[in-house]
C-alpha cells in the first residue's frame, strides 16, 4: 500500500433494527439485498474496489458478521482485510482502530471511512468528492460530506457551513442534532446540509483530535490494535482492551469539538436507507410511487413500500403504507411511523420474542439453517451446506439426529467412521455420538434433519474441533 492511496474503511459492525423485520441483529441491514440483488455493503465495496486512487479495503465489523463480510466480499471479486470488533462500541472506536492500524505504515496516510449500509447512485460524482476530500485530508482537515436536503426531514442531523475554503469545501460552524419539523424546515431554507456520516483524514490527525478530546477512546484503541491476533484471515482486536473503550460516535469525540472540521458539499445523490420509506425512494416506483418487492399484489394503492420474502401478500386502497412479510412476522405501519419500529423491536426483545433477533432462517459460516416444524419433542430443519464447508466436530447431551440428502453428497463422520452419503439416502446420529457434516463437492449440500430428544436448542452443542474457531 502506497502513501499516495486512499485507505477505505467500511464501517460494517452496526445491527439495523430500523428495518425489522428484515434486518434482525443476527442479519443486519448492511448485509442484506435492500436495493437490488447485491447487498449495500457489497455496494460500498464496489465504488472503491479497483479505483486507482484507493488501495485495498479495511472491513470493521462485530465478531458475529466476520463470514457474512468475507463471503459477501468474495462473491464479488474484492479482497479485503477484516477486523472484528469483540463488542459494540459505535463509530468512533472503530475510526480510532483504523487510524491506530494505518499509522503503522505511515501516519500521513488517507483513510476514507464509509458506512455499510448507505446507498450512493452516483458513482463518478462520488469519485469526484472523495478526490476534493483527500486533498483537504492531506492539508490535515477531518472532512464529511454533506449532502444537500431536498426536503426537511427530522432524521437526520444537520451541518451548518462557515467560511469557504475551497470548492464545494466549507469550515464547519456548527453542528446541529436532529431537529423537529420546525427547525428542520428552518435548516433547509438556510442552506445546511445533512450529515452524512462518511469523513476522510488523514491517520496521524485523528489520532491527536482522538487524544485530545476523547483520550479513552484512544486509549482503549491504541491497546487493543498493540493486543491483535490473527485468526483464520480475520484480525482479532484485544478484547478487554477494546471493552475498555466508552461507546460514542465519531460526531461527538472528534468533529463537534475539533477546530480542523470541514465539509464537502457532496454532488452525489445519497440515502442512508434508515427507514422503510426512505428504503421505498432509494428503489424503483411505479407510476403511483409504490416500490413492490417480492410476492405483492397491489390495487388502489399510492406512496407504499409493499415487500414480501415469503407469501403472496397484498394491498388494496392504503396509502402511504408499509408491508414487510418475512418468513415468520408481518410488519405493517403508516409510512410516517418509521421513527416507532426501534422501539418496537426493543420491546419485543425484553419480551423474549426471538422474531425481534433472529430470522426463521438462521446463518452459519458453513451455510445456514431453516426450521421447518417443532414440537415438545422433536424438531425439523433445512440444512444447507456450501461447497467444500464443514460443520464442526460434535456432539449433543440430550438429543439424537436423523439426516436424510435431498441434494448433493455428504460426508458424515460418526464415531470413527467416515462415509459419503448420496442424495435419497438417511443416517442416524445415536444421542452422545461424536459427529461431524462435511460438503466435499461442488454444488451446495441440502439436507433435512429431524431431531428428536428432551432438549432441542443450539446451546446443546460440544465442539471437540471446529475450522472457524467458534468456541
Known amino acids: 500500500m502506497s502513501v499516495a492511496e486512499i485507505i477505505p474503511v467500511i464501517l460494517a459492525g452496526g445491527s439495523g433494527t430500523r428495518l425489522w423485520p428484515l434486518s434482525r441483529k443476527a442479519m443486519p441491514k448492511q448485509f442484506l439485498p435492500l436495493i437490488g440483488a447485491e447487498s449495500t455493503y457489497q455496494h460500498t465495496l464496489r465504488r ?3 479505483q486507482p486512487s484507493f488501495g485495498r479495503p479495511l472491513v470493521i465489523t462485530n465478531t458475529d458478521f466476520r463470514f457474512f463480510a468475507r463471503r459477501q466480499a468474495e462473491a464479488i471479486g474484492i479482497a479485503v482485510d477484516i477486523v472484528l470488533e469483540p463488542a459494540a462500541r459505535d463509530s468512533a472506536p472503530a475510526i480510532a482502530v483504523a487510524a491506530a492500524l494505518a499509522a503503522e505504515r505511515s ?7 464509509l458506512a455499510a449500509d448507505h446507498v450512493v447512485d452516483d458513482g463518478q460524482a462520488f469519485l469526484a468528492d472523495c478526490a476534493l476530500a483527500r486533498a483537504a485530508a492531506a492539508r490535515g482537515a477531518i472532512v464529511t460530506f454533506g449532502i444537500r436536503p431536498d426536503h426537511a426531514d427530522t432524521g437526520y442531523g444537520y451541518i451548518e457551513k462557515g467560511l469557504a475554503e475551497g470548492e464545494r469545501l466549507f469550515h464547519i460552524a456548527r453542528f446541529r442534532e436532529k431537529p423537529d419539523a420546525v427547525s428542520a424546515a428552518r435548516f433547509v431554507a438556510e442552506g445546511f446540509l445533512w450529515n452524512s456520516g462518511n469523513f476522510a483524514f488523514r491517520a496521524d490527525v485523528m489520532l491527536a483530535e482522538l487524544q485530545a478530546h476523547a483520550p479513552a477512546v484512544h486509549a482503549a484503541a491504541s491497546a487493543a490494535v498493540a493486543g491483535r491476533t490473527h485468526d483464520i484471515g480475520f484480525i482479532r482486536l484485544d478484547e478487554a482492551a477494546f471493552a475498555a473503550a466508552p461507546r460514542i460516535s465519531i460526531d461527538h469525540a472528534v468533529m463537534e469539538n475539533t477546530l480542523n472540521a470541514t465539509v464537502v458539499e457532496a454532488g452525489f445523490p445519497w440515502s442512508d436507507v434508515g427507514s422503510w420509506d426512505a428504503v421505498r425512494l432509494a428503489g424503483s416506483l411505479d407510476n403511483a410511487g409504490n416500490a413492490a418487492v417480492g410476492h405483492v399484489a397491489l390495487r388502489r394503492t399510492r406512496g407504499s413500500y409493499i415487500r414480501s420474502d415469503g407469501p403472496l401478500t397484498a394491498v388494496i386502497g392504503l396509502d402511504n403504507v408499509v ?3 418475512t418468513a415468520d412476522a408481518v410488519l405493517v405501519m403508516a409510512a410516517d ?12 426483545d425484553r419480551a423474549g420474542e426471538r422474531t425481534a433477533r433472529e430470522h426463521r432462517q438462521s446463518f452459519r459460516p458453513w451455510g445456514r439453517y431453516q426450521d421447518i416444524d417443532r414440537g415438545d419433542r422433536f424438531r425439523v430443519k433445512r440444512i444447507v451446506v456450501n461447497p ?9 447431551h440430550h438429543r439424537a439426529e436423523h439426516w436424510v440428502v435431498v441434494r448433493g453428497t455428504a460426508e458424515i463422520t460418526i464415531g470413527d467412521t467416515v462415509r459419503s452419503v448420496p442424495e435419497n439416502q438417511s443416517v442416524y446420529i445415536p444421542l452422545g455420538e461424536k459427529h461431524r457434516l462435511a460438503n466435499p463437492g461442488r454444488i451446495p449440500l441440502e439436507l433435512i434433519e429431524v431431531q428428536t430428544g428432551s432438549y432441542l436448542e443450539e446451546d446443546d452443542i460440544v465442539r471437540f474441533d471446529d475450522v472457524y474457531s467458534r468456541r
Not at 467444500?388 to 449433543?396: A, D, K, M, N
Request: no cysteine; aromatic share 0%; hydrophobic share 55%.
Open 48 to 50: 472503491v474496489a479497483g
Open 323 to 325: 408491508v414487510v412479510t
Open 337 to 348: 411511523a418509521a421513527h416507532e419500529v426501534k422501539g418496537l423491536v426493543e420491546a419485543l
Open 107 to 113: 501516519g500521513e496516510a488517507v483513510l476514507l471511512a
Open 388 to 396: 467444500g464447508e464443514q460443520l464442526s466436530l460434535q456432539l449433543h
